[in-house]
Each structure stands twice: as structure tokens, then as C-alpha cells.
């Protein structure tokens, strides 16, 4: 598609429950990154994928929290047992290789609430 | 962690009024980024800034890469009410001492807009 893609567009799951949100970059984007953003708060970075390197995990907020991202396209989001502190918009975001890899795009995001 | 301080928090204007907002960092950024995020959308990027004292447009907004690398501003003239948003500042997190992390980004906590016709 002409831009990011992700679904859905809103969950609302039960606690203690698991949800996968799903991200479709731009084709032919490299690079592959996953934010939080909680209600009136800034972007927090989650998880980086760029091509066939190991991903950077290391905004991860808990081991609940896990990312696949399969045939250097597609990627899950996945959350287990979800906590009502997870409740956010997540935004999935891509951008080529380069200088020009500054400019990310963005997802319209996917709106998690957890009861 | 590098840490960016944005500042309003939130601003109320009448139509016409040019805007100010401004982001601070306690760590030297190589690049400023600055975008903004619609209601139920994600962020947009308006303007990206690579050097110290660089100063560009894009239309009514003009953004300024502070000479110290610290901090950065953005100014929006003539406000209208599209304008109503987010403005988040960015910059890549640095991983070494002359690399940088592409895309992986810090923000700045947001700007909220508000114009009134």
C-alpha cells in the first residue's frame, strides 16, 4: 500500500488476555520500528528491526512484550496477559536505509484498551 | 537516556497568532526533527534539521537546529485552524560517539495546539 498499515485500528481486550497488533510498512521500506504513546504522553520507543539484522529490543518495557517481524515485511506486536497499564495507542512506523531513513513514516496506530 | 524537554505543554491562540515552541536536551543531538500528529492519526513529519544553526521553512512553519546542538525551535506564523495538533520535537538516539541509530527516536513530550477561528 501507499502508506503504513496496521490493525486493528482498536482492541478492546480483557485483562490477563493476549492481542497481537499487526503492521504492514511501506514496501521496500528496511527498517521496521514499533511506539507506545499513552494518553498525553510523548512516543516511546519499543523495538527496532532493520533488514536482516537482529532486532533492537531494548524498549521493551517487560518480557509480556515480543515482536516478530517475518520475511522482512510484515510484523507483529505481541502483548501476553495483558495489564491495564498497556492500554496506549501503538504505532508502527517504517523508513528506508540512508540519511533520508531520518524521515519515518507512521501508522495511523492501533488503539489498545485493556478492562 | 537522552531526555527532550518540550515546551508549552499546550497553547491556546486566535486564528492569526504565530507560535512558538522550543525543545531542550541535556545531550548534544545531530539531528531535529519535528513533527505533528493529528487527532486519531499518527505523527507527520514537517521539517528535519542536520546542522548546527540551520534554519529552514516549509511553509508557515520555520524550525532553527540550535548552534549548541541542545535544543531547537519551532515557529508556526499566521496560525490557522488546521494547525490544531500535536507537535512533538525528535532526535535519533545516538549508540556510539559518531554513530547514529536511524529511526530510533526520542520525543520531545508534545505541544498541544489550539486554534480559535
Known amino acids: 500500500g501507499a502508506g503504513v498499515s496496521q490493525s486493528p485500528s482498536n482492541k478492546v481486550t480483557e485483562k490477563g488476555k493476549d492481542v497481537e497488533l499487526r503492521c504492514d510498512p511501506i514496501s521496500g521500506h528496511t527498517a521496521l520500528y514499533w511506539y507506545r504513546q499513552s494518553l498525553g504522553q510523548g512516543l516511546e520507543f519499543l523495538i527496532y528491526f532493520q533488514g536482516n539484522s537482529a532486532p533492537d529490543k531494548s524498549g521493551l518495557p517487560s518480557d509480556r512484550f515480543s515482536a516478530e517481524r517475518t520475511g522482512g515485511s510484515v510484523s507483529t506486536l505481541t502483548i501476553q496477559r495483558t495489564q491495564q497499564e498497556d492500554s496506549a495507542v501503538y504505532l508502527c512506523a517504517s523508513s528506508s536505509r540512508g540519511r533520508s531513513g531520518n524521515t519515518i513514516y507512521f501508522g495511523e496506530g492501533s488503539w489498545l484498551t485493556v478492562v | 537516556g537522552q531526555q527532550l524537554n518540550q515546551s508549552p505543554q499546550s497553547m491556546f491562540i486566535q486564528e492569526g497568532e504565530d507560535v512558538s515552541m522550543n525543545c531542550t536536551s541535556s545531550?548534544?543531538?545531530?539531528?531535529w526533527l519535528w513533527y505533528k500528529q493529528d487527532p486519531g492519526e499518527g505523527p507527520v513529519l514537517l521539517i528535519a534539521l542536520y546542522k548546527a544553526g540551520e534554519l529552514t521553512s516549509n511553509g508557515r512553519l520555520t524550525a532553527q537546529f540550535g548552534i549548541t546542538r541542545k535544543d531547537s525551535f519551532l515557529n508556526i506564523s499566521a496560525s490557522i485552524p488546521s494547525d490544531v495538533g500535536i507537535y512533538f520535537c525528535a532526535g535519533p538516539h545516538l549508540i556510539n560517539a559518531g554513530g547514529t541509530s536511524y529511526g530510533k527516536l526520542t520525543f520531545g513530550q508534545g505541544t498541544i495546539l489550539t486554534v480559535h477561528p
Open positions: 545531550s548534544i543531538f545531530n539531528t
